[in-house]
């Protein structure tokens, strides 16, 4: 009842609405034959990695290395991972019920068993390893703020005539899997694939133009350019460097559960060095695992606000493992945490709530356990 009224106010405020689609041949084999029966699912892999301790996935389809090199990224559709996305999602809902951001779902197992596993698959696609800098969402569907991030490259800056190898493979490239269905509705990614965007090739600052002012400034058909990428759960989308992309806004009305994704970087090493040596894989230690998200945290505090008390806490978390952390890295966080600092110095009164994980009144129990 509640669906229907819904779609009645979605028609009414947005002009349309939507029903997902119903596999009506179990229901009608249900009715006129008393049972029904569903495809059925490869317990193979699950069974060698209990037997064996391993599993191999199906070999790389070749086509998407070359729709990496062509268009900036590629899809392939859901593997039966050996860890349950499911599992993942609903780690993150807790972890975002008791106050944490997505991201913390990096101190956990699973995390990095999903991580160990496509390590081959992005390395023979794109020659690239893992470099540890991890992010999360959680976008819920019943809200009206909830969003991905707005268009932009994820390095902007790089040079596109040395951050490409002569084969056309990237130097830098995002692995990004979503734990739950990511429609539309609930928020998808977009992309403008590299042959319609001039600034993927070239600086970006063309006569002052911006990328998106560039591509669809005095040429609306260039809108008929930009590709969405729904993705079920456990399907893998990777993208160059310099890919233009976005997430969206999700709709109040959707009726898809909240989209849960993470997202990692991989490199070579002579364009962006790991935050850690990779000796550590593929099970750091847990305080590395703390200490990597609380340093991700401050990094990433223009995406998710933190209170500066919070912040100080996470940045001691931190200094307790940075001697395990590549030099400058540790270097970069110093200097984020050194820029919000002055920030708060200069703007006491407009600190953002940020988390609701308070710092303890006496942290030195937490910081002996991680030191």
Known sequence: MWAEAERGMQMVEEGFFQVPPVDWSVSMQ???EGFFQVPPVDWSVSMQMVEEGFFQVPPVDWSVSMQMVEEGFFQVPPVDWSVSMRDLALGVVQLVQHGYTPSYIVVFDELWQLVHQLSDLVKAVTGNACIMDF???????HTTTDAGWGPHRDRPNSNPLTSFRPDGTPLYNTVWVPFTN???????LYVVPAPFDPGYATNDLYNGSQPLERIFHGNPDAYQDIRAL???AGSVISFTHRLLHWGSRAS???LDEPRIAMAFAAADDSFEPPQFDRSYLPMPPL???????S???ILHAHQEPLRIKHERFLYKTFQAQSRRFNPAYAKKVDLMHQHLEANELANPSE?????SVEEDSDDSSVLDVLS
């Open 295 to 297: 340093a991700q945290s």
């Open 351 to 355: 600190q953002p709530e940020g988390s």
């Open 135 to 141: 992010f999360a969402w959680h976008i819920s569907p």
């Open 30 to 32: 249900m009715v006129e």
């Open 182 to 188: 990511a429609t539309p509705d609930n928020s998808c």
């Open 252 to 254: 109040p009305y959707s």
């Open 287 to 293: 305080a590395m695992r703390v200490a990597l998200v």
């Open 230 to 232: 729904p993705a079920a």
